[in-house]
């Protein structure tokens, strides 16, 4: 029996398996979800063994754990090939706007709805069915793999740097795939050739000590809720510009290069505010969409709070208000560097009779680029072209996944971004999908992945 067999055969049960992996709620952003994000890692472990990897161990860092496991016996002729991907998901509140409990997945309409079925438990489910199905039929692998799953991208790895810097050597590769990645659309493979950096923050503004009368007091002391949104106000200008003194000082121009290849990309914008639902593109002047999207920085408000959130009216001035922001990053800039920078914003701006500060949350991400003539970009195109029948666009992507740059400071090897998942998947919100042909497709590319590395 051949792999691409052994993989029909097996279907049913792998998708059971992924229903059972979704159903595990591995929140890492809330601290009620640490045991389950632990019981992912062990489901994960448990699995890789399974499949016939070895030396497969839940290792712990500082905070959620990550899994390791390894297969060495292709040959020291052979390229060893680390894959990454994660088991910890985004927190899938509010509930009561999934079609079905998030954490209850279910099959229809050849998709599977559920928190982390796209983003990334059924993106990384992938190479272990891919391994399995090389070993069950062939017994042995072409290249040398291991494997490497965190339990903390969601919240930006903040401990994977220094883990990975202790366990250099366990990790060691000639060459890293992320399993954590998407491809343009059904039928059109993409590779992306660069990611964004990322820095998260919380403003916090301070009044009185307490909620105070809004009847009594409004009017005598300053409202931390209205210095906040004034705050806010001034960090960007009303046609998208960020007016935060030194944001765009370390960023790289693009070139008319750059922008040609951009620009080749399809484009629909019709259909991109259809797939948003927003009613009007919006952002930094002199720039395209896309290239806003996928090559330019951005500061952006991803909560607030103050005050009464209850219904009806409860008239309070706040003693405290908050606002959450996130800054996506591009060449060279830093997120310390935009941190401090917007940090002194805020307090040059801080109207009078509150106190405010800006905290730095933790983890980060440096902006990542692969440099053009990459070998393993190169054979993972090529791959792609053969698995889809078309070649692949390049791209790049707006979003952030901080362990790629880490893998290339701490083991000196560019990872390159081989997922399947799509970008209209509803990934980070209500009714998350993932598409079943997409699943299956990419245990196909991952053995011929493989196999095309072995040759």
Known sequence: MDSATWLDREQDRYIAELLDFIRIPSVSAKPENIPDVRRAAEWVAARVTKVGMEHAQVMATAGHPVVVADWLHAGSDKPTVLIYGHFDVQPAEPFDLWTTPPFEPVVADDIIRGRGASDDKGGMLIPILAVEALLATTGRLPVNVKFF?????????????????????????????????LQWAPGQPQIVEALKGLVSMEVVV????SDQHSGMQGGGIANPAMALAQILASLKSADGLVTVAGFYDDVLPLSDDTRAAIARVPYDEAEYLAESGAPATFGEPGYTTRERLWARPTLDVNGLTSGWQGAGTKTVLPAEARAKITCRLVAAQTPEGVFAAIRAHVLAHTPPGVIADVVQNPGRADPFQIPSGHNATAIAAGVLAETYGVEPFRTRVGGSIPVMTTLIDTLGVHAVMFGFSHGDENIHAPDEFFRLDAFRLGQTAYVNLLETLGA
């Open 149 to 181: 799953f965190e339990g903390q991208e969601e919240i930006g790895s903040p401990d994977l740097p220094p883990f990975v810097a202790a366990n250099a050597d366990l990790l060691k590769a000639d060459m890293i795939f992320s399993a954590d990645g």
């Open 206 to 209: 301070n009044g009185p000590r």
